[in-house]
């Protein structure tokens, strides 16, 4: 058992990439449901759409960026650990696993900026996307998750 500053960074950590992910895998879901009110006739549309898109701000706003900004902030905060606290240097940033992880969140990040870049053009009716890409699309992060999360878990390294 260790109360230590960098386990309980780790949990903090664990618990904001869990709302980060949740958020970003639930996000697409009112985006295809949104897209898919094309073909329904007013006002029931503009309505269903006014109400999909309260969801999508709330989401977006309340759980999605500041989950995301917390996710950082503890795993930049234990990365700080590592290099100084432990006195591994910067070269632990270029171990194989800690590279993969960087790269897969940097991914996932970038997921996270295109899902904010839609909910501007769903608003403004700009748009182009199908319900049938989000419900597809929707696996992308989920695939970038499990490489984030084996590459921490397994620490794998060449050789
Ligand atoms: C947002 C940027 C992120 C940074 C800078 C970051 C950095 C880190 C660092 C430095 C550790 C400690 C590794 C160790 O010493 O064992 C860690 C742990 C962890 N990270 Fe991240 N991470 C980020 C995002 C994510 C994401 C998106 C996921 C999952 C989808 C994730 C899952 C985990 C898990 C499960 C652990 C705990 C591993 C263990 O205890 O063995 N992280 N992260």
């Not at 940033?93 to 996932?108: D, E, G, N, Q």
């Not at 996307?129 to 998750?145: D, H, Q």
Request: zero cysteines; hydrophobic letters at 55%.
């Amino acid at each position: 058992m260790s109360f230590d500053a960098f386990n309980i960074v780790r949990g903090l950590h664990i618990l904001a990439v869990i709302a980060w992910m949740a958020g970003m895998l639930f996000l697409p879901r009112l985006y295809a449901y949104d897209a898919e009110q094309a073909d329904k006739a007013e006002p029931l549309r503009s309505e269903m759409q006014a109400l999909l898109r309260e969801w999508q701000r709330r989401l977006l706003k309340i759980i999605v960026n500041p989950a995301m900004v917390a996710a950082w902030v503890f795993g930049v905060w234990m990365i700080a650990i590592h290099v100084y606290g432990f006195g591994e240097g910067w070269a632990f940033l270029a171990r194989p696993w800690m590279a993969t992880k960087l790269l897969a969140v940097v991914a996932l990040s970038g997921w996270h900026g295109f899902l904010a870049g839609e909910f501007r053009r769903i608003g403004a009716g700009t748009s182009v996307r199908t319900g049938r890409f989000w419900r597809m699309s929707n696996e992308i992060p989920f695939l970038i998750a499990v490489v984030a999360v084996l590459s921490v878990t397994t620490e794998w390294t060449f050789g």
